[in-house]
C-alpha cells in the first residue's frame, strides 16, 4: 500500500515537469554562445608595498621606471655585463628597465618620505609617488619630512607638483649639507661639463619653493633628524649621498638610495660603478662596506633603482653578493 501510493505521487509530480520539458522550444535548450571576454585591462595594480618594522611601518612607493642603457655600466667589458644581464633574463632593448622607488615610513610620531621621485621630468614612465602615496591610504599633506639620499632629478624633482609648486607642504626638507653645497651651487654648476649643467638646473628648481619658504634645511654630518633615525654616509655617488637607516625595537632597515643601478650585475660585481657616479673610486668602496655590512647583519634594505618593492636582504655569495627581495605576503606584526 505504501509502495503504490509513493508510486502514484512521483507519476503525479514527474508526469507535469516531462509535458513542460516537451514543449520547451528547442532555441531555449540549445546552449549559448560563449560570451566575449571583457577587454583586457592593460594597467597594472597600484604601485605600493606595506610591511611592518618593529612599531613602524615601511611603505615602497613606485615611481616608475626607466631604461637604463647597459654602457652606462663602467668597469667590465661588455660581454661580461650581457652575461650578467642574461642570466637574470633582463632584456636591454632600448635598454634595462630599471625601477625608480621611494619610501614611505609611519614611525608613529613623523610620516616620512625617503625621496620624491622623478615627477613628469622624463616622460610618462615616471611621476607616481603622489598617486601612489594616495592609493596607500596617505594624504601627500600628512608627510612632515622628506629625506632626500642626493639631488638628482629622479630623486628630487618630485618634491614639486606638475604645475612648479609645493608637493607637501606641511614637510621640511632635508639633504646631506654636502650634496647640497655641491648641487646648489651656481659656481660648481658653472664648471661642470655642459651636458651635467642640467642636474645642476633641476637641483635648484626642485628645492627653490622649499628654500624660499624656509624647508629646505641641510644637515651637517652626526646630526640627529629625528627619533629611530641614523643617517649614513654614503658618499661617491654624490658628494653627500646618504642612506637612512630606521629602527625599532630590534629590527632595522637600511634605505640606501642608490647604491646599487643593477641588481644583475652590481650584487656580483660589486667593482662595476655607474656613469653617473661624481666619484666611482668612491662609490666602489661604499658599496663594498654596505654590502658586507648589510649581510653580516642581515639587515633589512631598500634600493631606489632595485626591482619593485626593492626592499629584501643582501647575501653572500662566491667572491660577490646575491640580492634576496622580500617577499609578498600579509603585514607581520608578531615578529
Given at each position: 500500500?505504501?509502495?503504490?501510493t509513493?508510486?502514484a505521487?512521483?507519476?503525479?509530480?514527474?508526469?507535469?515537469?516531462?509535458?513542460l520539458?516537451?514543449?520547451?522550444?528547442?532555441a531555449?535548450?540549445?546552449?549559448?554562445?560563449?560570451a566575449?571576454?571583457?577587454?583586457?585591462?592593460?594597467?597594472?595594480?597600484?604601485?605600493?608595498?606595506?610591511m611592518?618594522?618593529?612599531d613602524?611601518e615601511?611603505?615602497?612607493?613606485?615611481?616608475?621606471?626607466?631604461?637604463?642603457?647597459?654602457?652606462?655600466?663602467k668597469?667590465?667589458?661588455?660581454e661580461d655585463?650581457q652575461?650578467l644581464?642574461?642570466?637574470?633574463?633582463?632584456d636591454?632593448?632600448?635598454?634595462?628597465?630599471?625601477?625608480?622607488?621611494?619610501?614611505?615610513?609611519h614611525?608613529?610620531?613623523?610620516?616620512v618620505?625617503?625621496?620624491?621621485g622623478?615627477a613628469?621630468?622624463?616622460?610618462?614612465?615616471?611621476?607616481?609617488i603622489?598617486?601612489?602615496?594616495r592609493?596607500?591610504?596617505?594624504?601627500p599633506?600628512?608627510?612632515?619630512?622628506v629625506?632626500?639620499t642626493?639631488?638628482?632629478p629622479?630623486?628630487?624633482?618630485?618634491l614639486?607638483?606638475?604645475d612648479?609648486?609645493?608637493?607637501?607642504?606641511?614637510a621640511?626638507?632635508r639633504?646631506?649639507?654636502?650634496?647640497?653645497?655641491?648641487?646648489?651651487?651656481?659656481?660648481?654648476?658653472?664648471?661642470?661639463?655642459?651636458?651635467?649643467q642640467?642636474f645642476?638646473?633641476?637641483?635648484?628648481?626642485?628645492?627653490?619653493?622649499y628654500?624660499?619658504t624656509?624647508?629646505?634645511?641641510?644637515?651637517?654630518?652626526?646630526?640627529?633628524?629625528?627619533?629611530?633615525?641614523?643617517v649614513?654616509?654614503?658618499?661617491?655617488?654624490?658628494?653627500?649621498?646618504?642612506?637612512?637607516?630606521?629602527?625599532?625595537k630590534?629590527?632595522?632597515?637600511?634605505?640606501?638610495g642608490?647604491?646599487?643601478?643593477?641588481?644583475?650585475?652590481?650584487?656580483?660585481?660589486?667593482?662595476i660603478a655607474?656613469?653617473?657616479?661624481?666619484?666611482?673610486t668612491?662609490?666602489?668602496?661604499?658599496?663594498?662596506k654596505v654590502?658586507?655590512?648589510?649581510?653580516?647583519?642581515?639587515?633589512?634594505?631598500?634600493?631606489?633603482?632595485?626591482?619593485?618593492?626593492?626592499i629584501?636582504?643582501?647575501?653572500?655569495?662566491?667572491?660577490?653578493?646575491?640580492?634576496?627581495?622580500v617577499?609578498?605576503?600579509?603585514?607581520?606584526?608578531d615578529?
Amino acid at each position: 500500500m505504501r509502495q503504490s501510493t509513493a508510486a502514484a505521487l512521483r507519476g503525479a509530480l514527474v508526469a507535469p515537469l516531462v509535458a513542460l520539458a516537451l514543449a520547451v522550444p528547442a532555441a531555449l535548450v540549445t546552449a549559448p554562445a560563449e560570451a566575449a571576454p571583457p577587454a583586457q585591462m592593460k594597467t597594472q595594480a597600484p604601485g605600493f608595498y606595506r610591511m611592518a618594522l618593529g612599531d613602524f611601518e615601511v611603505t615602497a612607493l613606485y615611481d616608475g621606471f626607466v631604461d637604463l642603457d647597459r654602457k652606462l655600466l663602467k668597469g667590465a667589458s661588455a660581454e661580461d655585463v650581457q652575461s650578467l644581464l642574461a642570466r637574470m633574463f633582463l632584456d636591454n632593448t632600448p635598454g634595462v628597465q630599471t625601477a625608480v622607488n621611494a619610501y614611505l615610513v609611519h614611525t608613529g610620531q613623523n610620516l616620512v618620505l625617503v625621496d620624491a621621485g622623478t615627477a613628469k621630468a622624463f616622460g610618462p614612465n615616471l611621476g607616481f609617488i603622489v598617486d601612489n602615496i594616495r592609493a596607500a591610504g596617505y594624504d601627500p599633506a600628512q608627510v612632515d619630512a622628506v629625506l632626500l639620499t642626493h639631488l638628482h632629478p629622479d630623486h628630487a624633482n618630485g618634491l614639486l607638483t606638475p604645475d612648479g609648486k609645493i608637493a607637501f607642504p606641511n614637510a621640511e626638507v632635508r639633504v646631506a649639507k654636502a650634496d647640497a653645497d655641491f648641487w646648489l651651487s651656481e659656481e660648481i654648476a658653472a664648471k661642470a661639463p655642459a651636458d651635467a649643467q642640467a642636474f645642476f638646473k633641476m637641483a635648484r628648481n626642485a628645492v627653490a619653493p622649499y628654500v624660499a619658504t624656509g624647508k629646505l634645511k641641510p644637515y651637517a654630518e652626526g646630526e640627529t633628524l629625528l627619533p629611530g633615525v641614523t643617517v649614513v654616509a654614503e658618499p661617491g655617488h654624490t658628494p653627500g649621498h646618504s642612506g637612512y637607516l630606521f629602527t625599532s625595537k630590534d629590527q632595522s632597515i637600511l634605505v640606501w638610495g642608490d647604491l646599487v643601478h643593477s641588481h644583475s650585475v652590481q650584487f656580483a660585481r660589486p667593482e662595476i660603478a655607474m656613469e653617473f657616479d661624481v666619484d666611482q673610486t668612491q662609490a666602489i668602496a661604499t658599496r663594498k662596506k654596505v654590502f658586507a655590512d648589510a649581510a653580516a647583519q642581515k639587515l633589512w634594505v631598500a634600493g631606489a633603482h632595485l626591482p619593485f618593492p626593492g626592499i629584501g636582504h643582501v647575501r653572500t655569495e662566491g667572491n660577490g653578493y646575491a640580492w634576496v627581495p622580500v617577499e609578498y605576503g600579509p603585514i607581520r606584526t608578531d615578529r
